[in-house]
């Protein structure tokens, strides 16, 4: 305080204000560093398809086990497999990108012998770049397609990425994994793959 009053009694009043204002900027950026790391610590948001509004009641409903997909989402070579895990993915998505390296171990384990499920990545029409995303993130083995946001939020009923869809060639849901994943969800997905 005594260094306060010598600074204005010898009229540096500029050099205060400057020193007040630098560490107030120094208190900003340090908080919003915090929240940052606070928000990619807990897996960050995920990437929502649809309406940013609330959806209404009436609206379509998230997409459950049990629920039945159209099998003319699946890629025609995949057909023929027992089972098909669907990648809903978004080139714009922060967990899918930092979840890239999961994904690449979901597709090794589907091509394990003795394994019958196939791995498709699906990604809203937006996504212009979508091709070359997956084949660079993803692998060359990826088979990689788009559908409209439209299709996606109401035929399929999946609102966000990153979605993961287990289902049977005849379109029934057998599991639906949404969001940032944890250990527990990866080892149960990998297992529900291989079994």
Not at 92 to 113: G, K
Request: positive net charge; proline residues 5%.
């Amino acid at each position: 305080m005594i260094e306060v009053l010598r600074i204005m009694k010898d009229g540096r009043i500029s050099q205060l204000s400057e020193a007040i204002a630098n560490l107030a900027i120094i208190g900003l950026t340090i908080g919003i560093a915090g929240i940052y790391i606070s928000n990619t610590a807990r897996g960050g948001r995920a990437y929502r398809i649809g309406p940013t509004t609330p959806l209404p009641s009436s609206g379509p409903k998230p997409l459950e086990k049990g629920n039945a997909l159209p099998v003319t989402v699946f890629p025609a070579d995949l057909k023929d497999r027992s089972r098909i895990l669907l990648l809903v993915l978004s080139t714009d998505c922060s967990i899918c990108r930092r979840e890239t390296s999961f994904y690449r171990d979901l597709i090794l384990a589907s091509t394990q012998r003795g394994n019958d499920v196939a791995v498709a990545a699906l990604f809203p029409d937006t996504n212009q770049d979508f091709h070359e995303y997956a084949q660079v993130h993803l692998g060359s083995k990826i088979h990689a397609t788009s559908m409209s946001v439209s299709d996606l939020t109401q035929s399929l009923h999946i609102m966000e990425t990153p979605t993961l869809v287990l289902c049977e060639s005849n379109g029934r849901v057998l599991n639906v994994w949404s969001g940032a994943s944890d250990t527990k969800s990866r080892r149960e997905i990998l297992q529900k793959l291989r079994g």
